[in-house]
């Protein structure tokens, strides 16, 4: 029987090079002749992602426990495919999952809206078998620039989501899942270290059988 294929997440924060490393990733696999889907959330495509879309760019306003449903509900609309697509032996790369959706969320200090609470409606979803952390210091992500117009890209919320990163992955299980890369580094570094650290993930889950466990 062909192994099963890997879930393999990279998160990080805005400007933490992830989209890059997810395509250099998935090219990687690729070349080595395995199969690979690279997906990233939002998918702004869907109508649901269409709305997150609205809503990032200012176009439209939205409460902030409703926001956050919709991006889980956009993970939700293509956890089944997911879950297909590892059975099939087909790999999936994505960039940002439920982390970000915990940590922007519960960034706006609404009380009653905490890292617990927004976790809620992840759960059941395809645990990935590594969470691949871009880590960027505060002086290097400036360095690359101002961020965009969209409605997370202010100081504020990006010091927020930092703090917050930290706290998710000091308990478990994200705290198993995390592999924490220094992203202040050259690009190639950088895709060198994210590859020793995806070869890693493959072996632990081949020599073992591990199986797609669930968020
Ligand atoms: P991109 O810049 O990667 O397109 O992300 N976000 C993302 C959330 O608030 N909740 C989520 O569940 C996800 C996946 C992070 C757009 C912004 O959306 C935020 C940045
Ligand atoms: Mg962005």
Known sequence: MPARGKLIVLEGLDKAGKSSQCKQLAAKLAAQGLKVNAISFP???????RMIDAYLKGDDQQDDHAIHLLFSANRWEVAAKIRA?????INVVIDRYYYSGCVYSAAKNSDSLGLAWARKPDEGLPRPDA??????????A??????????YETKAIQDRVRELFVQLQSVEPEKQDFVRIDAGQDLEEVA?????????????VDLHGEALRVV
């Not at 969470?131 to 290097?140: A, P, R, T």
């Open 131 to 140: 969470v691949i952390f871009l880590g960027i210091s505060q002086e290097e």
């Open 43 to 49: 998918d702004r495509t869907t109508p649901i992602g």
């Open 192 to 204: 060198e270290d994210v590859w020793e650290a995806v070869q890693k993930v493959f072996k632990r």
């Open 85 to 89: 697509d590892i059975d099939a032996g």
């Open 142 to 151: 400036a360095k690359r620039g101002g961020w965009g117009g969209e409605k």
